[in-house]
């Protein structure tokens, strides 16, 4: 039977074309999953999970850290992009291989080929996180998509448009769930509703973000 929603379906996967430069590769992430899981703990051992603060000086909801030759920071001084964990002192862990190669895979199947991310941010939220409408322009070249991954509890994504003001669409991401974001879309306001608590079988109660970006 034919469904008009989805482009294709791809075995386990399929896709949902969302906007233009916009394609959610619906449970593309899912047989990796656990082994992303296990990752983003080693990742977490090196560069512990923790709430950055925003130049205006709030503590954001979502826990995050980094992998990649280059982590997103904030602080008093703003945001950036640097080669080291603040909170260590130490380099950020390297960008995990089977990351890399998922990113890859993602960017490619969504008309991106030669994507070869320096960054991955993980954000992990608990119930009550969110984050609210933004843009994400602390990147080097906007011409690379950003290529993120769901893991764990459901969450209500915002896409919004080039102007905060633009009324965003809702997207529900999942577990597994892949989104390229590029072209046209690389620097729409989007953002996350706040969690619901739940469990899930491979991340209890949270939801974990992997987004990787080529920032320098
Ligand atoms: C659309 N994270 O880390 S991922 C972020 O679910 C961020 O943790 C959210 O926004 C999260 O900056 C959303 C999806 C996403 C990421 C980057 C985008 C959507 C995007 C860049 C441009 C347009
Ligand atoms: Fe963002």
């Known amino acids: 039977m034919m469904n008009d929603l989805f482009d294709s379906v791809d075995g386990e996967h399929w896709r949902e074309p969302v ?3 916009v394609v959610v590769l619906r449970r ?7 082994a992303l899981m296990a990752t983003v703990a ?8 923790r709430h950055m603060v925003t130049p205006g000086g709030h503590s954001m909801s979502a826990a995050m850290t980094c992998a990649g030759s280059l982590g997103w920071v904030t602080d008093a001084r703003g945001y950036r992009y640097q080669s080291h964990d603040p909170q260590t002192g130490e380099p950020w862990p390297a960008m995990p291989f089977t990351f890399a190669e998922l990113a890859k895979k993602a960017a490619e199947d969504a008309g991106f080929p030669g994507f070869e991310p320096d960054a991955c941010l993980v954000n992990r939220y608990q119930p009550g996180a969110k984050m609210g409408l933004h843009q ?5 070249d906007f011409s690379w998509p950003i290529v993120s ?5 459901p969450i209500v ?8 003001s633009d009324r965003p669409q809702r997207v529900l991401l999942e577990h597994g769930d892949v989104v390229v974001w590029g072209g046209s879309a690389r620097l729409n306001y989007h953002g996350v509703l706040t969690l619901k608590a739940g469990q899930h079988p491979l991340t209890g109660g949270y939801r974990y973000n992997l987004t990787f970006r080529k920032a320098g």
């Open 42 to 49: 080693a990742i977490a051992e090196q560069a512990p999970f």
């Open 136 to 140: 994400d322009k602390d990147e080097r």
């Open 28 to 34: 593309f992430a899912s047989p990796a999953s656990s």
């Open 157 to 164: 994504f915002q896409f919004g448009g080039r102007r905060r």
């Open 19 to 21: 906007a233009d430069g």
């Open 149 to 153: 991954v769901s893991l764990g509890l």
